[in-house]
């Protein structure tokens, strides 16, 4: 192993790894044709169509598409820069490098909200629950997806050191400061809404079915238990991918800077 190999951090080789970036290329193929074939089918059925919750999905494909697209352009660059011996990375570079896979994340957080809200509303109320697409309620939710998107691009790209070259071409070594403390704002605020929707849903929900007489007192209590189980699963997992991504973006960004300092 080179001196210069030898003195870069190990999550910087293992970024460089083939097998991490053959996982990355399967990742991003499988991510955009299962995208794109959803997208096909929502537009090849009228039914599907019709529907409010399909047309969330459509944004959220959307998002992941963005995600699969950005790690395809990344893992493309990744792979060059290490054939060519390139160790050191150009900070401004990797921001725009990085930029449609951020892109999607910040998107998808949306589209999840809009989800929740969307099947919250359908279980608690679902008389008054419209199946039809609401085009201006599609539209709102997709203009608050291109405002969060431009607003986290811009803390990324703005303000960075233009200068010092890093050795990792991640969005968390290559963002600007101010990208940090918006990505926590945003990050937990989104998780914060989740919570916001899902809590009250799931006590209306117990309150309402313990309110009406019942047949079958152990297929009342395992149904409780399944939706319980469901919403507390789906509120730790997007905690653990909004609230721990976030927790280890931190670890890596202290990480680089110690190891720049050292």
């Known amino acids: 192993?080179?001196?210069?190999?030898?003195?870069?951090?190990?999550?910087?080789?293992?970024?460089?790894?083939?097998?991490?970036?053959?996982?990355?290329?399967?990742?991003?193929?499988?991510?955009?044709?299962?995208?794109?074939?959803?997208?096909?089918?929502?537009?090849?059925?009228?039914?599907?169509?019709?529907?409010?919750?399909?047309?969330?999905?459509?944004?959220?494909?959307?998002a992941d598409i963005l995600i699969a697209f950005g790690h395809f352009i990344r893992t493309t660059y990744i792979i060059n820069a290490s054939s060519k011996g390139i160790l050191l990375y150009s900070r401004l570079i990797c921001v725009w490098i990085n930029t449609p896979m951020g892109m999607g994340f910040t998107a998808t957080r949306i589209a999840v909200l809009a989800i929740a809200a969307d099947r919250c509303y359908m279980v608690i109320n679902p008389l008054k629950y419209k199946w039809k697409a609401n085009a201006k309620l599609i539209?709102?939710?997709?203009?608050?997806?291109?405002?969060?998107?431009?607003?986290?691009?811009?803390?990324?790209?703005?303000?960075?050191?233009?200068?010092?070259?890093?050795?990792?071409?991640?969005?968390?070594?290559?963002?600007?400061?101010?990208?940090?403390?918006?990505?926590?704002?945003?990050?937990?605020?989104?998780?914060?809404?989740?919570?916001?929707?899902?809590?009250?849903?799931l006590i209306l929900y117990r309150k309402r079915n313990s309110s009406q007489d019942t047949t079958s007192t152990s297929n009342h209590w395992r149904r409780q238990l399944e939706v319980t189980v469901t919403t507390i699963w789906i509120l730790f997992l997007y905690g653990f991918l909004w609230g721990g991504s976030f927790g280890a973006l931190f670890y890596a960004n202290v990480s680089f800077v110690y190891y720049r300092t050292d």
């Open 1 to 62: 192993m080179s001196p210069a190999t030898s003195q870069r951090p190990l999550y910087a080789l293992w970024d460089e790894s083939i097998i991490l970036n053959t996982i990355r290329y399967l990742g991003s193929f499988v991510g955009l044709f299962s995208n794109f074939f959803l997208i096909f089918l929502v537009f090849y059925s009228k039914t599907l169509r019709k529907s409010q919750y399909t047309w969330y999905m459509i944004l959220l494909s959307f």
């Open 139 to 201: 539209l709102i939710v997709f203009t608050i997806q291109i405002i969060s998107i431009a607003a986290d691009t811009f803390t990324k790209v703005y303000g960075g050191d233009n200068i010092t070259p890093i050795t990792m071409c991640s969005m968390g070594a290559a963002s600007a400061p101010m990208a940090s403390l918006f990505g926590q704002f945003y990050s937990n605020s989104c998780l914060a809404l989740l919570f916001l929707i899902y809590t009250p849903f």
